[in-house]
T-cell receptor, first 116, second 112 residues
Framework: DTEVTQTPKHLVMGMTNKKSLKCEQH?????MYWYKQKAKKPPELMFV???????INESVPSRFSPECPNSSLLNLHLHALQPEDSALYLC???????????????FGEGSRLTVL | RKEVEQDPGPFNVPEGATVAFNCTYSNSASQSFFWYRQDCRKEPKLLMS???SGNEDGRFTAQLNRASQYISLLIRDSKLSDSATYLC?????????????FGIGTKLQVIP
């Protein structure tokens, strides 16, 4: 069982829809990540939040908008997506040891997104 | 050159066999190293961390060679349930967080 919870598990949306993916962890991790994974490819980093601040945006299109309301929650707002955005979206948090991020990632089960 | 390189396989091995995967990384300042396992249509799960002294967990042994910049994973007495993709992960410190880089993954298929 994962300690990172993602909802919804599956999402089908049209190109004009607005939807959000949600992620929650209660392990006290201070770094949270969004990854996108296509079939037979490794996870591809989208965003990193460190101490609730956006640290990294890997040149992700603006139709993806992340939000970190607090240290336990991470959202990904979706608007005007394209069919090629269909993928598994993985949230992860990173283990912290003595205040330092270890890079040891704990993943949620992912949200499988289909854009029609 | 890719930051983290792995042979994508697939490696098809019979049950009971020993199989080894290697992974090379390009950033000599890399700090932490991990092997993750990913089953089809599931999320990656941490298999083990990798240390210079080597570490073993049951049938799994991981090794790090900093001089040659590679890490390895050895699986002994392969089980059908070991069939999965094994992702090599390398991290480096960037600002206040660890930049995490994934290899492409090595697919293992254990056959009866």
């Amino acid at each position: 069982d994962t300690e990172v919870t993602q909802t919804p598990k599956h999402l089908v949306m049209g190109m004009t829809n607005k939807k959000s993916l949600k992620c929650e962890q209660h392990m006290g991790h201070r770094a949270m990540y969004w990854y996108k994974q296509k079939a037979k490819k490794p996870p591809e980093l989208m965003f990193v939040y460190s101490y609730e601040k956006l640290s990294i945006n890997e040149s992700v299109p603006s139709r993806f908008s992340p939000e970190c309301p607090n240290s336990s929650l991470l959202n990904l707002h979706l608007h005007a997506l394209q069919p090629e955005d269909s993928a598994l979206y993985l949230c992860a948090s990173s283990h912290t040891l003595q205040g330092e991020d270890t890079g040891e990632l704990f993943f949620g089960e992912g949200s499988r997104l289909t854009v029609l | 050159r890719k930051e983290v390189e792995q042979d994508p396989g697939p490696f098809n091995v019979p049950e009971g066999a020993t199989v080894a995967f290697n992974c090379t990384y390009s950033n000599s300042a890399s700090q932490s190293f991990f092997w993750y396992r990913q089953d089809c249509r599931k999320e990656p799960k941490l298999l083990m961390s990798v240390y210079s002294s080597g570490n073993e967990d049951g049938r799994f042994t991981a090794q790090l060679n900093r001089a040659s910049q590679y890490i390895s994973l050895l699986i002994r007495d392969s089980k059908l349930s070991d069939s999965a993709t094994y992702l090599c992960v390398v991290t480096s410190q960037t600002g206040g967080y660890q930049k995490v880089t994934f290899g492409i993954g090595t697919k293992l298929q254990v056959i009866p």
